[in-house]
């Protein structure tokens, strides 16, 4: 694409796919199959044993540098100029015996002596060397070189800079006595002789002589290699205890989403392809797997956050059964003006609407990363979180749920931080006044804790939404629901334990639910009921205000019913 001067959607077009099918690919959250491959050579004007070489050999045919694989008596193919449906005859190469053959044919052929002479296994067929290029300077070392990557001259690797350079300082200046002879620079070693593939049912990589390695430098960076294949590939190691699989980045969201792809693979594997068993065992490991997860998460983060800071009196339960005196403000609500109408004899149809995945949505919110520590300002500090005693203002609105949800009783109560957040910013609407803070224990806070396991779990889920994978659909909620469950004192989860963190999520999906209400209220809809994390029931085209479908910003309708009728 660099070489090319395209972008992602350019080569989406010409490839006749959605730039997201592309990204996905190019990401490494999908497979180049044998028919992308066909197409990616009309693309680039390539043959497909140039293309299946690999990166190097396909980048130095495209600038002319190292000599085509293309057999004898083949025309160049045509550069497509517009997304076209793939035909019998795209991207024919010409095989031995004239037979024409696509990436498919030179897969299917891979054991015929012929097709592998071609592509780099050993047949007898000498390798096909690059010609010889005139000598220039390197732009990484400055020292001779007949060597070109991406159209600078340069060194192969960085050993035969580091090589090169030794050499020219070994020179002697010019004086009396012999000169001693320069060492030579290491010469890259020959292609090497690729073993000719085993006898397999299962999909064959077509492979060339070995190109010598690019250097590690930023100014060069490596291309990736992508695999070609016509099915998932098998998967690497399955997420387990910290230590057994690689270190992730700084940004760990495409290693978590390959260890949540590789879990379900293992699980299912283990199975023999039993879905209910597999289903069962994954729920079973979502508690474990989640916790390896945010740990792999964290590496690289800003903040070391607290696991087991103490507990303060007010977060930890009465009773084996019993509640702390957290207030979520959990919504149970309905619109008593539209309830008395519907008992007048009037007919009101109402839509009841599911918001997908609440507490996953939840999980960006503010969190404190230490120990909780006593605040009496009064005063509400945005870059902190806790809990908080507040005496809440009065809520006039009969069109529209209290954002405190169903408490009748008046005076002081503790809520949560996502709690006050959402009283303050109804007191900027002018729904109300600020409520009043009397005690705070806060410690310093980030929103994006959890943001790297949010964003993977919803990244896989999506993806197993396009793919209708149900078994990972179920493994992600298993995971982000268990995970919030059980963080405060539950003993099925003995790696953290952060009642303040589970009030805080889970008093954020009661306010997410309630901004959408607040949302279709201002769109003219009428409220009728919220109720739990995700329901909302409205009168009105709900269509004009969210968008339907399964996806974590969309909404998907429940049912429809006359208000005073059955259901």
């Given at each position: ?143 001779p070189t007949q060597h070109e990557l991406e159209g600078f001259p340069q060194h192969l690797t960085a050993e035969d800079c580091a090589a090169a350079m030794s050499a020219a300082n070994s020179l ?118 989640v916790m390896t997860l945010l740990k792999a998460s964290r590496v690289g983060g800003r903040y070391e956050h607290s696991e087991f800071p103490p507990t303060r009196e007010i977060l930890r339960k ?250």
């Amino acid at each position: 694409m660099a070489r090319s001067g395209e972008r992602q959607g350019d080569l989406a077009a010409g490839l006749g796919q959605s730039q997201a099918q592309v990204s996905r690919k190019q990401g490494g959250r999908a497979h180049w199959s044998l028919e992308d491959v066909d197409l990616l050579a009309a693309h680039y004007r390539l043959h497909v044993l140039d293309l299946m070489a690999g990166p190097t050999h396909a980048a130095g045919v495209l600038h002319g540098s190292v000599a085509s694989l293309q057999p004898a008596g083949v025309q160049p193919l045509p550069a497509r100029t517009e997304a076209l449906a793939v035909t019998p005859d795209l991207d024919e190469g010409v095989l031995e015996g004239g037979r024409p053959g696509s990436a498919a044919d030179l897969v299917g052929d891979s054991r015929n002596p012929a097709v592998r002479g071609r592509v780099g296994a050993s047949s007898g067929v000498p390798p096909v060397e690059p010609p010889a290029a005139p000598t220039q300077s390197c732009v990484l070392c400055g020292q001779p070189t007949q060597h070109e990557l991406e159209g600078f001259p340069q060194h192969l690797t960085a050993e035969d800079c580091a090589a090169a350079m030794s050499a020219a300082n070994s020179l002697p200046t010019a004086g009396p006595g012999p000169v001693p002879a320069k060492a030579p620079a290491p010469a890259s070693a020959p292609p090497a002789e690729p073993t000719p593939p085993a006898e397999s049912t299962a999909p064959v990589t077509a492979s060339v002589p070995a190109e010598p390695a690019a250097p590690v430098d930023l100014a060069v960076p490596a291309e990736p290699a992508a695999t070609v294949t016509e099915a998932v590939s098998p998967a690497p190691a399955v997420p387990g205890p910290p230590g057994t699989r690689r270190t992730a980045p700084a940004y760990a969201s495409e290693t978590l989403v390959e260890q949540i792809t590789d879990r379900v693979h293992d699980v299912l594997a283990a199975c023999t392809g039993d879905m209910e068993a597999a289903r069962a065992e994954l729920i079973k490991l979502a508690i474990p797997d989640v916790m390896t997860l945010l740990k792999a998460s964290r590496v690289g983060g800003r903040y070391e956050h607290s696991e087991f800071p103490p507990t303060r009196e007010i977060l930890r339960k009465k009773s084996q059964k019993g509640a702390d005196e957290i207030w979520e403000g959990r919504p149970k609500w309905r619109n008593s003006e539209l309830f008395a109408a519907a008992k007048r004899g009037e007919e009101i149809e109402v839509t009841a609407l599911d918001m997908n995945a609440a507490y996953l949505s939840a999980l960006k919110a503010w969190l404190p990363i230490g120990q909780l520590k006593e605040d009496t300002s009064g005063v509400h500090d945005p870059k902190k979180a806790g809990v908080h005693l507040v005496t809440p203002a009065a809520w006039e609105h009969t069109d529209l749920p209290n954002p405190l949800g169903n408490r009748m009783e008046p005076g002081q109560l503790w809520v949560s931080e996502s709690t006050l957040r959402l009283l303050l910013d109804c007191a900027r609407q002018g729904l109300s006044e600020a409520p009043v803070i009397h005690r705070s224990l806060v410690s310093g806070a980030s929103e994006a804790l959890l943001e790297k396991l949010r964003r993977a779990l919803a990244e896989s889920r999506k993806s197993a939404l396009e793919d209708g994978d149900e078994l990972t659909v179920a493994y992600v909620k298993a995971m982000y629901s268990k995970f919030v469950s059980t963080i405060g004192e539950s003993s099925a989860n003995r790696e953290l334990r952060r009642p303040d963190w589970m009030h805080i999520i889970r008093a954020k999906a009661f306010a997410n639910l309630w901004m959408k209400a607040n949302k279709a209220r201002k769109a003219g809809l009428q409220v009728v009921e919220i109720s739990g994390t995700d329901e909302l029931h409205v009168v009105g085209d709900w269509r004009t205000v969210f968008p339907e479908g399964r996806d974590l910003n969309q909404v998907k309708e429940k049912t429809v019913y006359i208000l005073g009728g059955k259901r």
